[in-house]
């Protein structure tokens, strides 16, 4: 279904979450398709592997959609979920193709509207250091000198407190 569509490139497929975590590495994709049910390591391992090492944004295509699921993908850091027919071998497998590349397209444009809003962000401002009163600006030594702060969509995990 996604190799149809000339606007996506299908750069590489995985047969467990294993493999998928190798190729994910390896490949790099801008958006991940993932089934809940795999041999060897499942949906929800992957993704949580997925979100700590190199989140990258997931659409779930599962037949495993009851609620707590399809909420626990979601909570796991899936960017949405699509319920797959749950006759195993079927023909109602394409009713699900243009949902399956509406949400492809979306995922991919949301994520390359937040690339261009961040580049617009620093193109148009100039972050000012922040000075206390008590403290005089260091002098330069050298050349130019950055400091970079950067989090995930979500920012850092909370603290835990004992």
């Known amino acids: 279904m996604l190799t149809g569509d000339g606007g996506i490139e299908v750069v590489g497929t995985a047969i467990d979450g294993v493999d998928a975590i190798g190729k994910t590495l390896r490949l790099a ?3 991940i398709t993932l089934d809940l049910e795999m041999p060897n390591m499942d949906g929800f391992t992957f993704l ?3 979100m700590k090492e190199r989140p990258t944004p997931v659409l779930v295509i599962s037949s495993r959609s009851d609620s707590r699921s399809v909420i626990r993908a979601l909570e796991l850091g899936a ?3 699509i319920a797959k027919p749950e006759a195993r071998i079927s ?3 394409e009713g699900i ?3 399956l590349l509406a949400k492809v397209h979306g995922i991919l444009s949301l994520e390359m509207s937040k690339v261009r809003s961040t580049l617009d962000l620093l193109a148009r401002e ?3 250091p922040v000075i206390r009163k008590d403290e005089e600006p260091a002098p330069r030594t050298s050349g130019i000198e950055v ?3 950067a989090s995930s969509t979500g920012g850092p995990p909370p603290s835990r407190r004992s």
């Open 29 to 31: 994709p801008d958006v």
């Open 48 to 50: 949580r592997w997925l």
């Open 79 to 81: 960017s949405d979920f």
């Open 91 to 93: 023909k109602s497998i």
């Open 97 to 99: 193709r243009d949902e």
């Open 126 to 128: 100039r972050v000012q």
């Open 147 to 149: 400091v970079a702060i």
